[in-house]
């Protein structure tokens, strides 16, 4: 939204503290996480009845780079509908918010800047915490967790080494790509809906990290891989929710989450590629996999630490994708 005017603090000799924005109203008809999830609704409703007896569209590549690159099956473009296209345009808001942030080379806390060893070293360093935190508390949970979900519980435990090995590439590979201010907190809630189009909201960051923490530079895939958690969070609660589906419907209903959650993911993931090729943030394709595999698996890992405080049914998306990422 269109910056209105700001109330400054001003110090001799010290950068200004903004105490606060006031912003241009945005027309809107709520959250693309509002919206997703009325979409999952009519999506849910058309599977159950018009393709109960249909396999789910299958052939969605697990590896992310490869998603990228592949078209839905005529099953799931035909279901998902014109969803695929507003994840596609969101993938190229979220490009051109990045094309934004990088080209601001007149300010030194925007201009991109190339990855040191120490930024390399502190990344992994924060993602091994968060890891071994994540874990400890995930053992501590087991015997609170619904009892579908307590074996998965127990193969995360028991492969924290395999994990890690996800976040070896920090430390001993050079990262391709330049670093760049993003979102840092960036998931449907943080967009509104126009009716025809998104306006990102909320650029304050991560509320677990400290300012000066937020407002670093971080790999453009932070974001995207942040979305894609999203719209994984999205169809898997609305398959959770009786008033969208009936419990003895979730068997059948649960492929056609996937298959919508991985397809909805291509689209976004292809529009964005598309409309950052060429700029010096993108890493290289050959780095897509591994990077953007980090940054899911990094954000997933703090959804699970959240859900470990409830121990509900939720737990298992974050906790599933964990497992999936990580080869457990």
């Not at 969803?83 to 201009?111: C, P, Q, V």
């Not at 591994?290 to 998306?317: M, N, P, W, Y």
Request: overall charge neutral; glycine content about 8%.
């Amino acid at each position: 939204p269109a910056i209105v005017g700001a109330i400054e603090y001003s110090r001799l000799r010290a950068e200004p503290s903004t105490l606060a924005v006031l912003q241009g109203y945005v027309a809107n008809e709520g959250t693309a996480w509002a919206h997703a999830r009325e979409e999952l609704r009519r999506y849910f409703e058309r599977v159950l009845t018009r393709h109960r007896e249909d396999a789910a569209p299958t052939g969605a590549p697990r590896r992310l780079d490869e998603l990228a690159a592949a078209e839905p099956p005529a099953a799931a473009r035909e279901v998902i509908g014109t969803y695929l296209d507003l994840a596609g345009l969101l993938g190229r808001r979220t490009a051109e918010m990045h094309l934004a942030f990088a080209g601001n080379i007149d300010d030194a806390s925007f201009t991109p800047a190339p990855y040191s060893t120490l930024d390399r070293r502190s990344k992994y360093q924060s993602v091994r915490n968060l890891v071994g935190k994540t874990i400890r508390l995930a053992r501590d949970c087991v015997g609170r967790l619904p009892a579908t979900m307590r074996d998965d519980a127990r193969r995360l435990v028991g492969g924290q080494e395999q994990v890690l090995k996800s976040f070896e590439p920090y430390l001993g590979q050079r990262l391709t790509g330049l670093r760049i201010r993003t979102h840092g907190d960036f998931h449907l809630e943080q967009v509104l809906y126009t009716g025809k189009d998104f306006v990102v909201i909320d650029l304050d960051g991560p509320p677990y990290e400290p300012l000066a923490e937020r407002r670093r530079k971080h790999n453009c895939l932070r974001d995207v891989g942040g979305m894609i958690r999203s719209f994984h969070y999205a169809a898997f609660t609305a398959l959770l929710e009786s008033a969208v589906v009936r419990a003895e419907d979730r068997p059948i209903a649960a492929p056609w989450a996937d298959a919508w959650y991985r397809w909805v993911s291509a689209a976004f993931l292809r529009s964005y590629l598309a409309a950052t090729t060429g700029a010096p943030f993108l890493p290289a394709p050959d780095d897509l996999e591994v990077i953007l595999g980090a940054h899911v698996l990094q954000k997933a890992f703090h959804e699970l630490r959240s859900e470990l405080d409830r121990c509900t049914e939720t737990t298992g998306i974050p906790l599933s994708s964990i497992l999936e990422r990580a080869g457990l």
